[in-house]
């Protein structure tokens, strides 16, 4: 900044005014190593007359946050896929230079509202043995299918395919198709594979387009397209009421409890 003075410009420095140490509070955060924050959970400070989401770093390696003291409410999500949104909420205040833990925890839902219902696209798949081709429509006319699109060999598929293995009771006391999707008629012979046919006979295998169909099945359910394995369940309305787009631990188990319920 320049002032005239009557006859020249000069420079105008101001005086820098040196800024108070502002006060600090550590907030550690144990989550599961796969949280994020601002999408699984958010910390808000209590502005006086209103919550304001904390925008702040938050150091994942050391589970750290820098805060200033005050009052603040935590708050988790628990997305499900029909896109109900399950909140827990734990309100905290913090004190100058406190140290304050927590553990977070998402509500669990229940195996009910874990079901979806969403219009299906139709799948043309080929059996292995035939050269005649079917569909997920004409699979599901008279009885609930379990859709299952895998690579085997791949890590995630056979988690999955061993956990189909442990839980295989479901299959054999429920009345539910059980149809494995390959990209490839020469993935059939895949050990993993071949074994889960040895201990899960209700499981049919098919070849069947892993681009277009596959990636309108997942759109459709609101899963993330190409993932693999893809996991469908269909009622006998042709509408989608469970899928999973890659593999969590648990997958199986979970598959046994919403089985029933379709």
Do not use: C
Not at 127 to 135: D, M
């Amino acid at each position: 900044v320049e002032l005239w003075d009557g006859e020249d410009w000069n420079v105008f420095e101001m005086a820098e005014e040196k800024e108070p140490r502002p006060q600090k509070a550590m907030l550690h955060v144990y989550t599961p190593s796969a949280w994020k924050y601002r999408v699984d959970w958010t910390v808000a400070r209590w502005k006086g007359n209103a919550w304001r989401t904390v925008i702040v770093e938050y150091d994942a390696e050391e589970r750290t946050m820098l805060l200033v003291p005050g009052d603040y409410r935590i708050e988790t999500a628990n997305r499900l896929p029909g896109g109900t949104v399950l909140g827990s909420r734990v309100e905290i205040s913090l004190s100058e230079d406190e140290v304050r833990q927590v553990w977070l925890e998402k509500q669990q839902a229940s195996s009910e509202e874990l079901l979806t219902d969403y219009d299906l696209p139709d799948v043309v798949m080929q059996p292995l043995e035939t050269t005649e081709q079917t569909t997920l429509y004409t699979l599901v006319q008279n009885r609930p299918g379990l859709f299952l699109w895998l690579e085997p060999g791949a890590e995630p598929t056979e988690h999955l395919l061993n956990e189909l293995m442990e839980y295989r009771d479901i299959f054999a006391a429920e009345n539910i198709g059980v149809y494995g999707l390959l990209a490839e008629h020469a993935d059939s012979m895949q050990p993993t594979l071949r074994r889960a046919q040895e201990l899960v006979p209700e499981l049919q295998l098919y070849t069947a387009d892993f681009d277009l169909e596959m990636e309108a099945a997942a759109r459709r359910m609101y899963l993330e397209p190409g993932k693999l394995p893809l996991v469908l369940i269909a009622d006998t309305k042709r509408r989608g009421r469970f899928g999973e787009a890659g593999y969590f631990v648990g997958l199986g188990k979970l598959l046994q409890e919403l089985i029933p319920l379709v």
